[in-house]
């Protein structure tokens, strides 16, 4: 099993970034996933989630209306957007995928968000 992140950088703010996760060993189309984020210091918070055929969809306060998460199941692939990004936003971002037996994570992508 895989999942690796990708698109993190150093950003200012109001800027966007797409980041990317990219699976693989395992059936990506029935699995729900997420993305988190932890800053130093702080404990990991969960972003965004998406169902496993993209039809529930949901977001932390912090970021909605700002960023977007979506899936590509053909391409076992999830995808988040960010737009607007502020200083707050700078942390390891993190996918995960999950069913009702196990979670799987990947490595992480840090995005940095300053002028």
């Known amino acids: 099993v895989q999942l690796v992140e990708s698109g993190g950088g150093l950003v200012q703010p109001g800027g966007s970034l797409i980041l990317s996760c990219v699976t693989s060993?395992?059936?990506?189309?029935?699995?729900?996933m997420r993305w988190y984020r932890q800053a130093p210091g702080k404990e990991r918070e969960l972003v965004a989630t998406?169902?496993?055929?993209?039809?529930?969809?949901n977001y932390a306060d912090s970021v909605k209306g700002r960023f977007t998460i979506s899936r590509d199941n053909a391409k076992n692939t999830v995808y988040l957007q960010m737009n607007s990004l502020k200083p707050e936003d700078t942390a390891v971002y993190y996918c995960?995928?999950?069913?009702?037996?196990?979670?799987?994570w990947g490595q992480g992508t840090q995005v940095t968000v300053s002028s």
């Open positions: 060993g395992f059936t990506f189309s029935t699995y729900r």
């Open positions: 995960s995928a999950s069913n009702w037996q196990i979670t799987y």
């Open positions: 998406i169902s496993s055929a993209g039809g529930s969809i």
